[in-house]
């Protein structure tokens, strides 16, 4: 890392060898576990808590089942029209995707698959989601606090990525590239409506205007706002974890939450998304 005055530095992104470690001018080394992912909080640490790996094993099953297959095609589509990184500025440099919040890198590793030559930078608090994120050859899987200054250098991301993920506006402004897209995620009004009732914490109305707010002193106006939306058929089990993947995963017990769920014979959830773009 870059000492505390100066731009931290964009890591290499060498997928031929297993990572070992990643270190920058200033001496700074910090060693990949085994697993592939880097800690770069070591020493410094942070005041939030990251997800339990209980909570990134529902998260993991929610996504296996496609419950949010919808956002994924979206997001691909938003990735072919709006920036092609797979025709990159430079030749011999391919597109670098950045997703904040990646937790397992779910989504980001479904971009990659869709633009070949891109290369990816996952960002989360939780370990056991980064083990996951590394898995993909073409991620980085970096344990990051988003509230402090990212570790990448100014204008080298293409693609922004943040799924309902804390935002540090300034920082991905510092490091969009002139020309790139920052893709927000946020939940609408009546997003998994159905579970708030059995211990899911609400959602706050007009989330999308608060985002609009926070993001428009920066960006400007968003360049698109798209809806993702549907009825979902779910089990006692998924609609638990659909809870449990959350905020509210840090203090309510699983089983009681699906016995719950059962009770209430919920069989669909709604899923209601808002995606909105803005342009570096």
Known sequence: MAPRNAE???PALKSAQPLKALSCPSGHRF??????YVNLLSGRGTRFTPDSAQMIMARERVQDAGVFAALSTELVRILAEQIPV????????????LDC???TGHYLHQL???????????????ISGLKRAARHPRTLALAWDLWQPLPLA????????????PRNVSEYARVLRPGGLAVVVTPGDVHLTELREAGMLGIHDQKLRQLK??????????????QVSGRVPVDAGLAADLVFMGPAGHHRDH?????SLQARDVAAVTVDLDVSLWRG
């Open 255 to 259: 089983d009681a939450l699906r016995e």
């Open 101 to 103: 919040g990646a937790g």
């Open 8 to 10: 931290p530095q964009q």
């Open 86 to 97: 797979h025709r990159p500025a430079h030749p011999g440099e391919p597109g670098l995707l």
């Open 31 to 36: 060693d990949a576990a085994r697993q592939g």
């Open 213 to 226: 707010d926070q993001m428009t002193p920066t960006f400007g106006a968003a360049e698109l706002n798209a």
């Open 154 to 165: 100014s204008d080298s991301v293409d693609l922004l990525l943040d799924v309902f993920a």
């Open 112 to 126: 990659l698959d869709a633009a070949p030559q891109a290369r990816g930078i996952a960002l989360d608090l939780s």
